[in-house]
């Protein structure tokens, strides 16, 4: 229990475990697609740590601590492949992201394999908060790491193998599952939820669709801009975007000349360019308010090549 630590990324709040002093296991969805969070200790100390590594696939995310401590507990990694239906296990976590250090027992209900991924089935009980935390056998040794449970199926809940989760610790690609019946476990998703976690899943794919709908207006305004620039710029831009036009709103960016009779052309470029801009820090903000996590709307701003630093400017 010593190893087990709430991990605090932003409004989300789940669960991980040692395994080094410096070294914290925990889900990629718990990170929330943050760059650093707050690890704290059952002892009420906080550390941060910055997420090292990824598995997106497995749902694994590796954490470094800043200020390692040297007699930190930590918990030994075991192998799927010494777990048998039937089992007892054990699953200590956070659940609600308020009651640390939370012990519930059950028994391995199965070992199934989702299409490259395999986990492990139990019936302990698992709560929103939980995700991250550790299943472990009798001897304390880790089997997976907590990761599911459904809403509406009591005794139905999913640890990643943790076999998955030693292969993002050594840094090598996961191996694939073993060669078994696939079953459509994802049909059961999705998994339980906090309202607010419900709420912020719908505004992330709301953000996701209107910067869908903007990316596509902007591939138009790419195509205009090529023709600006071949036939009424004189000069360089100046600097790195990931849409060349961004540097409208740059004055330094554009050192060259606008050709006579080319100005109703550039005018109606940059009001097209300023309706983009408007939709963006609209969307920004709503996605905010609703807390869309800034490493989400980071990412996906990058997905439609949308990311600027100035859109508020």
Same mark, same amino acid.
């Given at each position: 229990?010593?190893?087990?630590?709430?991990?605090?990324?932003?409004?989300?709040?789940?669960?991980?475990?040692?395994?080094?002093?410096?070294?914290?296991?925990?889900?990629?969805?718990?990170?929330?697609?943050?760059?650093?969070?707050?690890?704290?200790?059952?002892?009420?100390?906080?550390?941060?740590?910055?997420?090292?590594?990824?598995?997106?696939?497995?749902?694994? *995310?590796?954490?470094?601590?800043?200020?390692?401590?040297?007699?930190?507990? +930590?918990?030994?990694?075991?192998?799927?492949?010494?777990?048998?239906?039937?089992?007892?296990?054990?699953?200590?976590?956070?659940?609600?992201?308020?009651?640390?250090?939370?012990?519930?027992?059950?028994?391995?209900?199965?070992?199934?394999?989702?299409?490259?991924?395999?986990?492990?089935?139990?019936?302990?009980?698992?709560?929103?908060?939980?995700?991250?935390?550790?299943?472990?056998?009798?001897?304390?040794?880790?089997?997976?790491?907590?990761?599911?449970?459904?809403?509406?199926?009591?005794?139905? *809940?999913?640890?990643?193998?943790?076999?998955?989760?030693?292969?993002?610790?050594?840094?090598?690609?996961?191996?694939?599952?073993?060669?078994? *019946?696939? +079953?459509?476990?994802?049909?059961?998703?999705?998994?339980?939820? +906090?309202?607010?976690?419900?709420?912020?899943?719908?505004?992330?794919?709301?953000?996701?669709?209107?910067?869908?709908?903007?990316?596509?207006?902007?591939?138009?305004?790419?195509?205009?801009?090529?023709?600006?620039?071949?036939?009424?710029?004189?000069?360089?831009?100046?600097?790195?975007?990931?849409?060349?036009?961004?540097?409208?709103?740059?004055?330094?960016?554009?050192?060259? *000349?606008?050709?006579?009779?080319?100005?109703? %052309?550039?005018?109606?470029?940059?009001?097209?360019?300023?309706?983009?801009?408007?939709?963006?820090?609209?969307?920004?903000?709503?996605?905010?308010?609703?807390?869309?996590?800034?490493? +989400?709307?980071?990412?996906?701003?990058?997905? %439609?090549?949308?990311?600027?630093?100035?859109?508020?400017?």
């Amino acid at each position: 229990m010593p190893a087990v630590v709430t991990i605090v990324s932003g409004n989300v709040r789940g669960s991980g475990f040692f395994v080094a002093p410096d070294a914290v296991i925990t889900n990629v969805h718990v990170v929330a697609g943050n760059s650093s969070v707050t690890v704290r200790r059952p002892d009420g100390r906080s550390v941060t740590a910055r997420v090292e590594r990824t598995s997106p696939q497995h749902d694994i *995310a590796l954490l470094k601590v800043f200020e390692p401590a040297a007699d930190q507990a +930590t918990i030994a990694l075991g192998s799927v492949q010494s777990v048998r239906v039937g089992q007892e296990v054990i699953a200590i976590g956070t659940p609600l992201g308020l009651l640390q250090n939370t012990v519930s027992r059950g028994i391995v209900s199965g070992v199934r394999d989702t299409g490259g991924a395999t986990l492990i089935q139990t019936d302990a009980a698992i709560n929103p908060g939980n995700s991250g935390g550790p299943l472990v056998d009798r001897s304390g040794v880790a089997v997976g790491v907590v990761n599911a449970g459904y809403s509406g199926r009591d005794g139905l *809940a999913f640890a990643v193998a943790i076999d998955h989760a030693r292969a993002v610790v050594e840094g090598r690609a996961a191996a694939p599952a073993p060669a078994t *019946a696939t +079953t459509p476990y994802r049909a059961l998703m999705p998994a339980v939820q +906090t309202p607010a976690d419900q709420a912020r899943t719908q505004a992330s794919a709301a953000y996701e669709q209107t910067l869908a709908q903007l990316a596509r207006h902007a591939d138009t305004l790419d195509g205009e801009w090529r023709r600006f620039r071949s036939g009424c710029y004189e000069g360089q831009i100046v600097g790195s975007f990931d849409r060349e036009w961004f540097a409208l709103w740059e004055p330094r960016a554009m050192r060259g *000349a606008v050709s006579p009779g080319c100005g109703a %052309y550039y005018s109606d470029m940059r009001g097209q360019a300023n309706q983009i801009r408007v939709a963006v820090v609209a969307a920004e903000e709503a996605a905010r308010q609703a807390d869309v996590q800034p490493g +989400t709307r980071r990412e996906l701003r990058r997905k %439609y090549r949308l990311e600027y630093s100035g859109w508020d400017r």
